[in-house]
Nanobody, 114 residues
Framework: QVQLVESGGGLVQPGGSLNLSCTAS????????RAWYRQAEGGQRDWVAL???????NYADSVKGRFTISSDNAKNTIYLQMNSLKPEDTAVYYC????????WGSGTRVTVSP
């Protein structure tokens, strides 16, 4: 089993930056994907960024060039560095692992507002 805990959300002005963290406890022998999703109020939960098993990053078009996903395997942690934030980035951000099972964190809220 895997348990995920996110941190780093908060209030930031447009153009600002935040760095989200997701720390995992436990393990899954079939772990394949680590990712970030987000869900705006009244919206669906959308994929934002992911890391493959080989740590190859992929991004949604809406965040490409502004967000960076990375990992620190020694700390069992993935990160989402968010730069040039826009009001439309306002959402609850969720950490996601896929292996034999699917695992979700409880989310961390990001608000981008003047």
């Amino acid at each position: 089993q895997v348990q995920l805990v996110e941190s780093g959300g908060g209030l930031v002005q447009p153009g600002g930056s935040l760095n989200l963290s997701c720390t995992a406890s436990g393990s899954d022998p079939r772990l394949n994907v680590r990712a970030w999703y987000r869900q705006a109020e009244g919206g669906q939960r959308d994929w934002v960024a992911l890391l493959t098993r080989g740590n190859t990053p992929n991004y949604a078009d809406s965040v490409k060039g502004r967000f960076t996903i990375s990992s620190d395997n020694a700390k069992n942690t993935i990160y989402l560095q968010m730069n040039s934030l826009k009001p439309e980035d306002t959402a609850v951000y969720y950490c996601y692992y896929r292996g034999r099972d699917t695992y979700w964190g409880s989310g961390t809220r990001v608000t981008v507002s003047p």
